[in-house]
């Protein structure tokens, strides 16, 4: 297979399976599991610390060559969301957000409105800005026309593990957005993360599922092996389906021919 | 003095605290928090100089995972 990588920010990566640090047993964990998924971008959040907190910092933990975005979540609004992703800058965590408004308790679906405000801030301020957003093809577009580095629609409600049920208008944006499509949040299984990359998602995010696995080391490789059949057969180009049958071998020279 | 860390309201009986020894007192590593003073963010550097006012609005924050 030649070279295939994806290219944002300057940055060349080349595993397409992005993984989520957070839920995992230890720090020590989430390391081995970005190590074993080989990936090339991980997310981590901010939060209050609470006086005489562990003196563990989770970035420590991060392999060196793994980039780090940050995550707002937490933020109710644009503004919020701006704060944090400041915050991570003036704290050396780089200018990689992944940008999550949400001010719904119950499915914690994001606020595309205030998503779309923060992203128009945060590129002037020269931020790499990776928009998590339900999935919409209007708002897609304005995203992407701000410049947003990516845009990142939601396969399912997160930490749901129960897929890409957002397929239809994820592949309506696949089809007509130029930046890349990166799905995020729901996928619970490597085959939800296959599925993302046969219909020509650039990538995928994945926590929870690989977080609360029996073995969050080995799932974490299906996924990645995943991603990378499904990107293979998106390269290759997915063979056409018909309704009815369409032999596999020859039609004629059977052995009763002739009897 | 009273200050807000973190949201929660705080009496603080010494008459003169830079942000640097409040971040301290609380067994927090320098290195892995930010600080914002009402609502400003403090570079590292400037810690040791800044002293507390009355009512001032601080925020330690620190790294921690998600997806």
Request: net charge neutral; hydrophobic share 45%; charged share 25%.
């Amino acid at each position: 297979m030649k070279e295939d990588s994806l290219e944002i920010g300057g940055v060349k990566i080349n595993c397409r399976l992005f993984v989520g640090t957070g839920k995992f047993s230890s720090n020590t964990m989430m390391r081995d599991v970005l190590l074993a998924a080989k990936a090339d971008v991980t997310t981590v959040a901010l939060r209050r610390v609470d006086s005489g907190a562990k003196a563990d910092n989770i970035l420590d933990y991060i392999p060196s060559g793994c980039k780090v975005m940050i995550n707002t979540s937490g933020a109710r609004t644009a503004d919020e969301a701006v704060r944090i992703a400041r915050l991570a800058r003036a704290a050396g965590a780089g200018n990689w957000i992944k940008i999550e408004v949400i001010a719904d308790n119950r499915y914690l679906l994001p606020d595309n409105l205030e998503t779309l405000k923060a992203t128009e801030t945060l590129v002037q301020e020269g931020f790499v800005v990776f928009p998590y957003m339900s999935p919409d093809l209007a708002v897609a577009r304005r995203l992407a026309e701000c410049g947003a580095a990516a845009v990142m629609p939601l396969g399912a409600p997160i930490g749901s593990n129960r897929g890409l049920k957002t397929k239809e208008l994820v592949a309506i944006m696949i089809k007509e957005i130029r930046a890349p499509i990166i799905v995020d949040a729901g996928l619970g299984k490597p085959s939800d993360a296959c599925e993302c990359m046969e219909m020509g998602c650039a990538a995928v995010l994945v926590n929870t599922a690989i977080a609360v696995s029996r073995n969050p080391i080995d799932y974490a490789r299906a996924f990645s092996q995943a991603v990378q059949a499904g990107r293979l057969a998106y390269l290759s180009g997915l063979a056409e389906s018909v309704d009815e049958a369409r032999a596999s071998s020859p039609l004629t020279g059977f052995l009763r021919d002739g009897d | 003095m009273r200050i807000k860390v973190n949201g929660m309201e705080e009496e603080i009986s010494e008459k003169m605290m830079t942000l640097q020894e409040l971040v301290i007192n609380r067994g927090l590593s320098l290195k892995q928090v930010v600080v914002e003073v009402n609502l400003q963010i403090i570079p590292r550097e400037q810690w040791p100089q800044i002293t507390l006012q009355d009512k001032d609005s601080i925020e330690i924050i620190s790294f921690v995972g998600g997806g």
